[in-house]
């Protein structure tokens, strides 16, 4: 069983910047493709961004440039830095998991918690 845990949220002015965490646990990353969506209130999840077992990563357009994914497998740690960050930007951000899916739909089978990213004006 996979277990993911989410941390690095917090309020912060637009402008800034953050690095969400996500700990793997159960099972070794490298299994694994990683994804970071997004829920804002009163609205879908939607997709963030992914970076595959073999590292190729992929984002929403909404995000491109000011979003990195990163793994760290020897730490079991994926990463998502958030640079110039915007008042939309705010939402409870999710980790997930899948070792055959990749994509930007919600089909991964491992999800975290979720961590509140607050970006005020």
């Known amino acids: 069983q996979v277990q993911l845990l989410e941390s690095g949220g917090g309020l912060v002015q637009a402008g800034g910047s953050l690095r969400l965490s996500c700990a793997v646990s159960?099972?070794?990353?490298?299994?694994?493709?990683m994804a970071w969506f997004r829920q804002a209130p009163g609205k879908e999840r939607e997709f963030v961004a992914v970076?595959?077992?073999?590292?190729?990563?992929r984002y929403a357009e909404s995000v491109k440039g000011r979003f990195a994914i990163s793994r760290d497998n020897a730490k079991n740690t994926v990463y998502l830095q958030m640079n110039n960050l915007k008042p939309e930007d705010s939402a409870v951000y999710y980790c997930?998991?899948?070792?055959?899916?990749?994509?930007?739909?919600?089909?991964?089978?491992?999800w975290g918690q979720g961590t509140q990213v607050t970006v005020s004006s």
């Open positions: 159960g099972r070794t990353l490298t299994n694994y493709h």
């Open positions: 970076i595959t077992r073999n590292r190729i990563t």
């Open positions: 997930a998991a899948d070792p055959i899916f990749a994509g930007t739909r919600e089909e991964y089978d491992y």
